[in-house]
């Protein structure tokens, strides 16, 4: 279902929006998306995050952050070191918003499929 003009929404749905558009820009980028898929895997500290990347630490640091912003992950400090998780609430709430397009998609996909077959047998 297409997004309504922000004036016809409820102020809880303008603020899922504007969260899910935080979230959505948070994995637009492949860093963000590499460092998730890595997080999927347990905690890990910047130094760890950053080995896979030629890119400085600093940088690693703005990815984490807005990660962080969009409550892709949590980040916790232990003595020196801060690591970081993988918090699943955001994707899951992107994925359920997918899903109604998903099943949009099939849909228009069954009928497509069934009228091309309809076709194939009147031309037989």
Do not use: C
């Amino acid at each position: 279902m297409p997004d309504r003009p922000s004036s016809d929404r409820s102020s809880s749905e303008r603020l899922s929006s504007d969260r899910l558009s935080v979230i959505f820009a948070a994995l637009a980028d492949p860093t963000r998306r590499a460092i998730l898929t890595r997080l999927a895997e347990g905690e890990a500290t910047v130094t760890e995050l950053a080995e896979p990347f030629d890119i400085s630490l600093p940088a690693i640091s703005r990815h984490l952050k807005v990660l962080e912003n969009a409550g892709l992950i949590s980040r916790s400090r232990s003595a020196q070191w801060r690591s970081s998780r993988l918090e699943a609430a955001p994707l899951r709430e992107a994925t359920a918003w997918m899903e109604h397009y998903r099943r949009f998609w099939d849909d228009n996909f069954t009928r497509l499929d069934a009228h091309l077959k309809r076709l194939q047998e009147d031309d037989k």
